[in-house]
T-cell receptor
Framework: GAVVSQHPSWVICKSGTSVKIECRSL??????MFWYRQFPKQSLMLMAT?????????EQGVEKDKFLINHASLTLSTLTVTSAHPEDSSFYIC????????????FGDGTRLSIL | GDSVTQMEGPVTLSEEAFLTINCTYT??????LFWYVQYPGEGLQLLLK?????DKGSNKGFEATYRKETTSFHLEKGSVQVSDSAVYFC????????????FGKGTKLTVNP
């Protein structure tokens, strides 16, 4: 149980392209999902907290207009990297928390984004 | 603010060796503590957790005890296997806060046959 699916797992695109990453909770409902960014050999940096039906809460230093988050249902949150540039290349990971529980967060397998 | 400090890696061990990865934390209130494991190219998996002082989390031969007096949550395993090779993250979540996870920097473990 408690499976989080992230899609795509790997994407390569040209600079200036917008890229959408999906995060789905497959067997539970999640009012809250989290988006992290992980640089090579480093820890996870929380980018934003996604709340179903409301605006996302972004961490300090994260550009809201650059990283658009939509949490339209209890099982789906999306992260769109707009007008991506090479410096946006990274490993993006989502996690979701079951509405019936407090912790732990269940993590997706991540999306490796490479901008050429 | 809340923070987690993990021992620097990488750690390289032979199969069946004893493993300890140190983790200490700074937090207000009474946080929950976690160890997550990340295998190459994958997301994070919860390994074990403890929600209050003196609790011991355990899973797959790994153990960690929530020590409030030393603000520590060290990860141990008596006999590691090659399949344990991964990056291990210590993390906390503060009930009085926003429920966000605060991660340590991660410790890469390589187990050689």
């Amino acid at each position: 149980g408690a499976v989080v699916s992230q899609h795509p797992s790997w994407v390569i695109c040209k600079s200036g392209t917008s890229v959408k990453i999906e995060c789905r909770s497959l067997d539970f409902q999640a009012t809250t999902m989290f988006w992290y960014r992980q640089f090579p050999k480093q820890s996870l940096m929380l980018m934003a907290t996604s709340n179903e039906g409301s605006k996302a809460t972004y961490e300090q230093g994260v550009e809201k207009d650059k990283f658009l988050i939509n949490h339209a249902s209890l099982t789906l949150s999306t992260l769109t990297v707009t007008s991506a540039h090479p410096e946006d290349s990274s490993f993006y990971i989502c996690s979701a928390r079951d509405v019936q529980g407090y912790q732990p967060q269940h993590f997706g397998d991540g999306t490796r984004l490479s901008i050429l | 603010g809340d923070s987690v400090t993990q021992m620097e890696g990488p750690v390289t061990l032979s199969e069946e060796a004893f493993l300890t990865i140190n983790c200490t934390y700074t937090a207000t209130g009474y946080p929950s503590l976690f160890w997550y494991v990340q295998y190459p190219g994958e997301g994070l998996q919860l390994l074990l957790k403890a929600t209050k002082a003196d609790d011991k989390g355990s899973n797959k031969g790994f153990e960690a005890t929530y020590r409030k007096e030393t603000t520590s949550f060290h990860l141990e395993k008596g006999s590691v296997q090659v399949s344990d090779s991964a990056v291990y993250f210590c993390a906390l979540s503060n009930v009085s806060g926003s429920e966000k996870l605060v991660f340590g920097k991660g410790t890469k473990l390589t187990v050689n046959p």
